[in-house]
Each structure stands twice: as C-alpha cells, then as structure tokens.
C-alpha cells in the first residue's frame, strides 16, 4: 500500500473473495478465523475464540498458519493506563487483505523472477511461495531433497541465488513479530479533530493495518540485508524453545512468540518471505509500459520502460507520484541497453519523449524527465471503467458517461443529450440506469419564480464510483474461482485417468474441460490485472 492512499474500506464481495481464497489454499477452519479478523478487525486472541466459537488450540493453530504465510500480523497494542498505572498492553491479531490478495498472482511473481533472474531463482522463490517463510538452512535442506536432478542446487548456488534475490528486493527478511503499536494521545486526537478539513487528514490518515505494517517492516538497509557469516555458537539449539516441535511448528510459534532472530545473522534463525511490495511495483511498471504502448507505439513504451529500469534503484519508489528526474542522456543510455532500443537514436529518444508529454505520461523540468504515474494510471482507469459501461449498456450510455467523466462536474440532461448527440426522450432513462446501478451521481435543482421548474444534474463521483467497480470485480472474481473449482470437481475422475485411457467421448470431454480451464484462468488473470489497477496502483 503507498504511503498517503486512502485505505480501501472492505467491501462484502473483498472479504468474500479473500475467504474463498483462504479456504481454497489452507481449509475451512483456517478461512473461519480469517474471516473473523477481515469483518471484526484487530482482536485479541480471546475475543478471535469468543467470536468464532472454536476452541483456543484451534484458534492458536490457525493463527500459526496465517502468520507463516503473511496473511495475518500480531502486534501489542500499548494504552495509556488510567489513574497512575502503567501502561496497559494486549497481543492483538489483524488480517492483511492485500497479502490474501496477493496469493492469486504467484504465477505473475514467477514468471516476473525468470525473466529478470532465471530457473534457479524461480525454484528458491516457489519454496518461498508455497512455504510462507523460510529460514536459509531450511531452502538448503529443500534444494537437497529436491527430486529433480536437474532443479536441484549446491549449497552455494542456493545462497547465491537467494543473494541475487535479496539484492533484486524480490526476498526480505521478514517483519518483526510483534511491533508495538502506540494509541494516539488526547492531544494527538484533539489536534487531528481541530485540523482544517482542506488538510485533508481525514481522507489520508493511516488505518491500523497501515501503522502495523509501517512498525513490523525493518529498516531498509536491515529489510534487505544479507549476512552469512556466523559465530561458534550460531547453530546450537535453544531446548527451552519448542524443541519437541517439528521445524515447520517451531518456525511458526516463533513467528507469533519471539522475536529472538530478528536482528539475527545465522541462517538457522533469520527468516525470510518474498517482498509483495516489489512484486506489486513491478507489476505497476508493467501496467504503465502497456498503457503507453496501446496509446502511442512501441518507441514510446520502450523509452517508458527504459525510465523505469533506470529509476529503479532509488528509494522509496512506490511512495511517490512521480519517478527521479532523469537526463536525456542517461535515458538514452539505458534504452540503448535493451534489445528492442538498440535501434534507437538519441532524436528518435527525444521525440518519444515528446509524445510521452502531451498526455502528459511524462513530465519535463529543468532538462529533466519523470514519469507521471498518477496520470498513467488515472487514464487506464477511466478507460477500465469506460468498457464496461460501453458493454453493459451500449453507446449512448457510453458516450454520456465520458462525458461526465472527462467534466467532473454536475451537468444538466438536455446539456448532456446535446453534447452527445442522443435523443432528448431517451437520455433520462439512461442516465436514470446508470445512477441506479451506482455510477453516476444525482442532484435536483428545483428553480423557483413564475414558474417553478426541477432539473436533475449528473455527474461521476470517482471515489465512489471506483470502490463501487472494484466490488463488483471482486464479485467477478470470486464467480470465476468458483465456477473453476465445480468444473475440476465435475471432471475429477477424468482427469486422473491416463492419456491412454481416454478414448472416444473421454477424449471429448477432457478436451472440452481443457478449453474451459484455459478459458477461465485466462479470464482471471485479466480481471486480476484491473484489480491490480484499481486497488494496488
């Protein structure tokens, strides 16, 4: 999540989908407590009993999982005590939507690490995918039982390669286990009620998901660092510390109990997840590429794509609206570094440059180029939302909601039926359609005087609106997974037969839930990406 954005309230279909997932990834007594933390928020461990009705071994378990696989993070809530008394503190449980989100698009991660970095890495990272959380030792003991020869890793191919990750932020250390989150004081609170409504605080204040995250994150030097070297003593064994449980236990209870490893080099002890963060802005750099390039030509979003790569290395890229500054001349040497801007001249960098600013995708100042991410994305939005309306309710609708889209103000009907070229009797009826489906806004305005007279007023109200397309995506979403997992149900016999055994209508019908499976995961995918571009970006 960027630093500044409005947290996305959970809508009913969010929190059905995040569900779905959980219960399809780790059952349905993991996805119950889940669900608990996604619809009540923050709770402590006997409030998450209370409101679940499952006993607390049960709970404890299912925590473990969602901790291990970063959907959940403990925190101590620290209170002000009353009448001269301490400090009050309570380990409370939130769920991370986002990270719940994020486990449909590890084929994407995937695919992202082999082009940049190649198999070896893509094996290193499935580990980390499909296991939450690995400790060093445990991906070399992994890469030693691996039953595939030839995907299978010395011990310091596994350390260089989890090197290269590191170094590409694909990997992190993770989060401390329990951060301690502070209540604003009555001051803190007065002042924030006294704040002008212009400042906007508001809208941008952070939620407590957000200040968990911000406090569990290390620094960025630690959040990435990579150290091997360890001391005489680095792999003896605590006996005190859960040594009856099984590895994959052990690492979780400390996970949620300890915060012994945290700053720990060895790698018996640190603990290491893949970076959503990264994954999400490289995602983000892709979308942006593919925009320009629908809009303008190829040159342009290979010179986008060259302003991305070479702004890369800086810090705190997802916070802001707008990439480094960058000279034409370093541009230039960065394009000429990929295969399709080998070709390229400096003029031809210079004007797709050009073109790159008259949307603006890019900004100049000074010599100096940015891109403008907030234009990018804003742009591909309105075109998302365009489509639908142009498929769900024709033309007309279509060129009516532009319209009031591009104003961003309350215009009247026949001003609207005027400008769009449609029949004066039928703009009220679909305009009237799209405000009862939620995506328009209405006024009346009622003029008084010789005669009185009322006019209604339209307009798109964006916040809204987009929360409002981002539900219903979720919906589309959640319809696909289930309509995939009934069709694989359906056919499940079938698909465990042998290639030889299926002969004549077997062939037929295997084929036929072959197409359907492409079909629908095909689908996924591009409703995953306006997800992504409406929540994520």
Same mark, same amino acid.
């Given at each position: 999540?960027?630093?500044?954005?409005?947290?996305? +309230?959970?809508?009913?279909?969010?929190?059905?989908?995040?569900?779905?997932?959980?219960?399809?990834?780790?059952?349905? #007594?993991?996805?119950?407590?889940? @669900?608990?933390?996604?619809?009540?928020?923050?709770?402590?461990?006997?409030?998450?009993?209370?409101?679940?009705?499952?006993?607390?071994?049960?709970?404890?378990?299912?925590?473990?999982?969602?901790?291990?696989?970063?959907?959940?993070?403990? *925190? +101590?809530?620290?209170?002000?005590? /009353?009448?001269?008394?301490?400090?009050?503190?309570?380990?409370?449980?939130?769920?991370?939507?986002?990270?719940?989100?994020?486990?449909?698009? *590890?084929?994407? &991660?995937?695919?992202?690490?082999?082009?940049? #970095?190649?198999?070896?890495?893509?094996?290193?990272?499935?580990?980390?995918?499909?296991?939450?959380?690995?400790? $060093?030792?445990?991906?070399?003991?992994?890469?030693?039982?691996?039953?595939?020869?030839?995907?299978?890793?010395?011990?310091?191919? +596994?350390?260089?390669?989890?090197?290269?990750?590191?170094?590409?932020?694909?990997?992190?250390?993770?989060?401390?286990?329990?951060?301690?989150?502070?209540?604003?004081?009555?001051?803190?609170?007065?002042?924030?009620? =006294?704040?002008?409504?212009?400042?906007?605080?508001?809208?941008? =204040?952070?939620?407590? !998901?957000?200040?968990?995250?911000?406090?569990?994150?290390?620094?960025?030097?630690?959040?990435?660092? &990579?150290? /091997?070297? +360890?001391?005489?003593?680095?792999?003896?064994?605590?006996?005190?510390?859960?040594?009856?449980?099984?590895?994959?236990?052990?690492?979780?209870?400390?996970?949620? %109990?300890?915060?012994?490893?945290?700053?720990?080099?060895? !790698?018996?002890?640190?603990?290491? =997840?893949?970076?959503?963060? %990264?994954?999400?802005?490289?995602?983000?750099?892709?979308?942006?590429?593919?925009?320009?390039?629908?809009?303008?030509?190829?040159?342009?979003?290979?010179?986008?794509?060259?302003?991305?790569?070479?702004?890369?290395?800086? %810090?705190?890229?997802?916070? /802001?609206?707008?990439?480094?500054?960058?000279?034409?001349?370093?541009?230039?040497?960065?394009?000429?570094?990929?295969?399709?801007?080998?070709?390229?001249?400096?003029?031809?960098?210079?004007?797709?440059?050009?073109?790159?600013?008259?949307?603006?995708?890019?900004?100049?100042?000074?010599?100096?180029?940015?891109?403008?991410?907030?234009?990018?994305?804003?742009?591909?939005?309105?075109?998302?939302?365009?489509?639908?309306?142009?498929?769900?309710?024709?033309?007309?609708?279509? =060129?009516?909601?532009?319209?009031?889209?591009?104003?961003?103000?309350?215009?009247?009907?026949?001003?609207?039926?005027?400008?769009?070229?449609?029949?004066?009797?039928?703009?009220?009826?679909?305009?009237?359609?799209?405000?009862?489906?939620?995506?328009?806004?209405?006024?009346?305005?009622?003029?008084?005087?010789?005669?009185?007279?009322? *006019?209604?007023?339209?307009?798109?109200?964006?916040? /809204?609106?987009?929360?409002?397309?981002?539900?219903?995506?979720?919906?589309?979403?959640?319809?696909?997974?289930?309509?995939?997992?009934?069709? $694989?149900?359906?056919?499940? @016999?079938?698909?465990?037969?042998?290639?030889?055994?299926?002969?004549?209508?077997?062939?037929?019908?295997?084929?036929?839930?072959?197409?359907?499976?492409?079909?629908? @995961?095909?689908?996924?995918?591009? $409703?995953?990406?306006?997800?992504?571009?409406?929540?994520? *970006?």
């Amino acid at each position: 999540m960027e630093k500044g954005k409005t947290k996305m +309230v959970l809508t009913q279909y969010a929190v059905k989908y995040a569900v779905h997932i959980i219960t399809k990834h780790f059952g349905n #007594l993991v996805a119950k407590v889940c @669900e608990c933390l996604l619809r009540k928020g923050a709770l402590t461990l006997p409030n998450i009993v209370r409101f679940t009705e499952l006993n607390p071994s049960n709970v404890k378990n299912c925590l473990l999982v969602l901790i291990q696989h970063n959907c959940v993070q403990a *925190f +101590v809530l620290e209170e002000a005590g /009353t009448f001269g008394d301490g400090p009050k503190v309570n380990t409370q449980y939130i769920a991370l939507f986002d990270n719940i989100i994020h486990r449909v698009r *590890f084929s994407k &991660f995937l695919m992202i690490v082999s082009k940049d #970095l190649g198999q070896e890495s893509v094996a290193l990272l499935e580990g980390l995918l499909q296991h939450g959380r690995l400790t $060093l030792q445990q991906m070399l003991d992994r890469a030693e039982s691996s039953q595939n020869e030839n995907a299978a890793l010395a011990p310091d191919e +596994v350390r260089e390669t989890l090197l290269k990750l590191v170094a590409a932020h694909y990997v992190e250390r993770c989060p401390a286990p329990q951060p301690v989150i502070a209540m604003p004081t009555e001051e803190e609170s007065a002042a924030k009620r =006294r704040a002008s409504k212009s400042a906007k605080i508001i809208e941008e =204040r952070e939620t407590l !998901e957000q200040r968990v995250v911000a406090a569990s994150i290390p620094g960025e030097v630690a959040r990435f660092s &990579f150290t /091997t070297d +360890v001391g005489p003593d680095s792999h003896e064994e605590n006996e005190d510390d859960f040594s009856s449980l099984i590895i994959g236990e052990k690492r979780k209870r400390d996970a949620v %109990e300890s915060d012994k490893g945290l700053g720990a080099t060895d !790698e018996q002890t640190v603990l290491w =997840r893949v970076s959503f963060e %990264e994954f999400a802005r490289r995602l983000r750099h892709k979308a942006c590429i593919e925009n320009v390039r629908a809009r303008l030509d190829d040159g342009a979003a290979t010179v986008l794509a060259a302003m991305l790569e070479a702004s890369r290395s800086e %810090e705190n890229k997802l916070k /802001t609206e707008k990439s480094v500054p960058l000279s034409l001349n370093s541009i230039y040497e960065e394009v000429i570094k990929s295969e399709a801007g080998r070709n390229m001249t400096i003029d031809r960098v210079s004007a797709s440059l050009v073109q790159l600013g008259s949307p603006p995708f890019v900004r100049e100042f000074d010599e100096s180029y940015s891109v403008d991410f907030k234009h990018i994305i804003e742009l591909a939005q309105n075109h998302e939302v365009e489509s639908v309306v142009l498929k769900r309710y024709g033309r007309d609708a279509y =060129r009516m909601f532009r319209l009031l889209l591009k104003a961003g103000r309350l215009l009247e009907t026949d001003k609207i039926a005027d400008s769009t070229f449609v029949e004066k009797k039928d703009a009220p009826k679909i305009l009237y359609k799209l405000w009862k489906d939620e995506y328009l806004h209405m006024e009346k305005l009622v003029v008084t005087g010789a005669r009185q007279a009322q *006019f209604l007023l339209w307009k798109v109200n964006k916040r /809204t609106l987009w929360e409002h397309v981002l539900d219903e995506m979720f919906h589309a979403a959640l319809n696909l997974n289930q309509r995939l997992a009934y069709e $694989l149900e359906q056919e499940k @016999e079938l698909l465990s037969l042998p290639s030889d055994k299926r002969v004549g209508e077997l062939n037929d019908r295997f084929n036929r839930i072959r197409k359907v499976r492409l079909v629908l @995961e095909s689908s996924q995918i591009q $409703l995953d990406d306006a997800v992504l571009l409406f929540h994520y *970006f």
